[in-house]
């Protein structure tokens, strides 16, 4: 089992809809959280962090997080078109110092 | 605005040759990091550093070393470069943990050395 694990993609939604990126870890004791945003032939931009239980609002980015079940989702309402790119999720253990990545879900937002 | 500087963009290396790729972040974070992203492998650790002289070994550190003499700058070394090295390398930077209120503690990344190995 990989440590953290992202839905497989690639999602499409057409603009305007919500798109809902999913994560899962399996450490315990992992305490935060983030979502990063890579486009094609960049490298990737951390766009929310989230360390306890709930959701977390930025703009249209929601970022929620259930320790209990080891999930953290992000969703996107009113997806545009330059919200296409790769989501990466990664998990982060304070005492390990490092975070660990998912292999990342590709989303596509069309006109 | 540059806060992580990578100093290649691209790099082409032959077979055998020791390889030098510094990265340099002015936010005084204590902690940075080196990885590789590879197509259908993601992101993987090589080696991390939490204070100057300190060095934690990654996921993949084989073939790699690296060095962080000053807090801003982490160099990471191809000993003897060969073709599965061919890659991109991404550095990145964090403060450290300060609590479910820190801002600083998610990853800045550099903008990458596309490195091959002919």
């Known amino acids: 089992q990989k440590e953290v694990e992202q839905n497989s993609g690639p999602l499409s939604v057409p603009e305007g809809a919500i798109a809902s990126l999913n994560c899962t870890y399996s450490?315990?004791?992992?305490?935060?959280f983030f979502w990063y945003r890579q486009y094609s032939g960049k490298s990737p931009e951390l766009i929310m962090s989230?360390?306890?239980?709930g959701d977390k609002e930025d703009g249209r980015f929601t970022a929620q997080l259930n320790k209990a079940s080891q999930y953290v989702s992000l969703l996107i309402r009113d997806s545009q078109p330059s919200d296409s790119a790769t989501y990466l999720c990664?998990?982060?253990?304070?005492?390990?110092?490092?975070?660990?990545f998912g292999d990342g879900t590709t989303l596509t937002v069309k006109p | 605005d540059v806060k992580v500087t990578q100093s290649s963009r691209y790099l082409v290396k032959r077979t055998g040759e020791k390889v030098f790729l510094e990265c340099v972040q002015d936010?005084?974070?204590?902690?940075m990091f080196w990885y590789r992203q590879d197509p259908g492998l993601g992101l993987r650790l090589i080696y991390f550093?939490?204070?100057?002289?300190?060095?934690e070994k990654g996921d993949i550190p084989e073939g790699y070393s690296v060095s962080r003499e000053k807090k801003e700058r982490f160099s990471l070394i191809l000993e003897s470069a060969s073709t599965n090295q061919t890659s991109m390398y991404l550095c990145?930077?964090?403060?450290?943990?300060?609590?479910?209120?820190?801002?600083?503690?998610?990853?800045?990344f550099g903008s990458g050395t596309r490195l091959t190995v002919v």
């Open positions: 990145a930077s964090s403060g450290m943990y300060g609590g479910q209120g820190n801002t600083n503690y998610g990853y800045t």
């Open positions: 450490d315990r004791v992992s305490q935060s």
């Open positions: 989230i360390y306890s239980n």
């Open positions: 990664a998990v982060r253990n304070t005492n390990a110092g490092k975070s660990t």
């Open positions: 936010m005084d974070h204590e902690n």
């Open positions: 550093s939490y204070d100057v002289k300190m060095k």
